[in-house]
């Protein structure tokens, strides 16, 4: 048996006013804090003054819980907030960018606008899905794509200079 089990009764009134204090759940934080007692009795290193070394493990285990509670919150209340509706010009902008993007699509050479046009429409399909689409031989959708891909790059890049 643990030589600290004994002071369970001593520093569970303490853990439960921070936990209070804190905001935090109290069964959260004892458990949190016999759990890393256990883990340092396992490992033999018990401190020679065990009650005060309870308590600065509870104090830092709850300022701990404390900080991953306020991250956690935070991120909430980032994903609840919805991002802001784009302004009229910036999608006037927008769909001019796309139409630019698909008349430089259309303007490739070969089986370009065709396959990117399917790997756009339904990212999901494997290549055995886009060779039986577009009857391409399974094992040259990966180079052809890549080309095109490059292609597409150099029409795109001529467009902005």
């Not at 001593?10 to 804090?33: G, K, Y």
């Not at 309870?54 to 991120?75: G, I, N, P």
């Amino acid at each position: 048996m643990l030589p600290v089990v004994g002071l369970r009764p001593a520093v569970a009134p303490f853990v439960a006013v921070l936990a209070r204090r804190h905001r935090l759940d109290a069964e959260d934080l004892e458990q949190s804090v016999w759990l890393l007692v256990c883990e340092r009795a396992a490992a033999g290193r018990l401190p020679g003054d065990v009650r005060s070394w309870l308590r600065s493990l509870a104090l830092r285990e709850c300022r701990r819980l404390t900080r991953t509670a306020e991250r956690e919150r935070l991120a909430a209340g980032r994903a609840a907030c919805p991002a802001p509706a784009p302004s009229a010009e910036e999608e006037v902008l927008a769909e001019r960018g796309r139409r630019a993007l698909w008349a430089a699509v259309a303007a490739l050479p070969g089986r370009c606008p065709g396959l990117l046009a399917a790997l756009a429409d339904a990212p999901g399909l494997t290549y055995g899905d886009l060779a039986g689409l577009l009857g391409i031989p399974r094992g040259s959708i990966g180079p052809t794509r890549s080309r095109c891909l490059s292609c597409l790059r150099t029409v795109l890049h001529g467009l902005r200079t």
